[in-house]
Nanobody
Framework: QVQLVESGGGLVQPGESLRLSCAASRNIFSNYVMGWHRQAPGKQRELVAAFRRGGTPNYADSVKGRFTISRDNSKNLVYLQMNNLKPEDTAVYYC?????????WGQGTQVTVSS
């Protein structure tokens, strides 16, 4: 069993930045594909950023150039640095870990971008 806990969400104004963190209950990063998804009200959950199996990051077109996914394997942490936030980035952000047929989700952290 893997537990994921997100933190770092909040209310910010357009153009500001936030950094989300995802803490895993054990060292899974060497085997699991890690990523961030988000779900806005009334919309389906969508991929924001994830590490491919080779380790290179993959981003949704809507966040390219503004968001950066990174990780600290020694601390079992995955980050999502979000710059130049826009109102359309408002959503609950979820951390996801996948290995084969096993998928784990965190509880989510709310990000609200509003003036």
């Amino acid at each position: 069993q893997v537990q994921l806990v997100e933190s770092g969400g909040g209310l910010v104004q357009p153009g500001e930045s936030l950094r989300l963190s995802c803490a895993a209950s054990r060292n899974i990063f060497s085997n699991y594909v890690m990523g961030w998804h988000r779900q806005a009200p009334g919309k389906q959950r969508e991929l924001v950023a994830a590490f491919r199996r080779g380790g290179t990051p993959n981003y949704a077109d809507s966040v390219k150039g503004r968001f950066t996914i990174s990780r600290d394997n020694s601390k079992n942490l995955v980050y999502l640095q979000m710059n130049n936030l826009k109102p359309e980035d408002t959503a609950v952000y979820y951390c996801k870990a996948t290995l084969g047929s096993n998928t784990y989700w965190g509880q989510g952290t709310q990000v609200t971008v509003s003036s």
